[in-house]
């Protein structure tokens, strides 16, 4: 069983600055993938970055050149440091990763970028 425990979350004003964290209980959450998705009021919980085991990362387009997706192996903990905030990017954001064919979410932290 593996815990995925979000924080780092909060109200900030546009062009602001934000860093959310995931940490995963256990050891081996570092040979596998995670993700960072997110769901705004209203819509679908949309994928937003993910950082393979070898650190290769993907991000959704509209926020490239925006939000970094980094890992900490040694500590277990999956970081997504999020700059230049807009509004839009208000949402419920949500860890995920697959272990042994077995989906983990963790609770969600809230992010509010508004003035």
């Known amino acids: 069983q593996v815990q995925l425990v979000e924080s780092g979350g909060g109200l900030v004003q546009p062009g602001g600055s934000l860093r959310l964290s995931c940490a995963a209980s256990?050891?081996?959450?570092?040979?596998?993938?995670a993700g960072w998705y997110r769901q705004a009021p209203g819509k679908q919980r949309e994928l937003v970055a993910t950082?393979?085991?070898?650190?290769?990362?993907n991000y959704k387009d509209s926020v490239k050149g925006r939000f970094t997706i980094s890992r900490d192996n040694a500590k277990n903990t999956v970081y997504l440091q999020m700059n230049s905030l807009k509004p839009e990017d208000t949402a419920i954001y949500y860890c995920?990763?697959?272990?042994?064919?077995?989906?983990?979410w963790g609770q969600g932290t809230q992010v509010t970028v508004s003035s």
């Open positions: 256990g050891n081996i959450f570092s040979a596998y993938y």
């Open positions: 995920n990763t697959f272990i042994i064919g077995r989906e983990y």
């Open positions: 950082i393979t085991s070898g650190g290769i990362t």
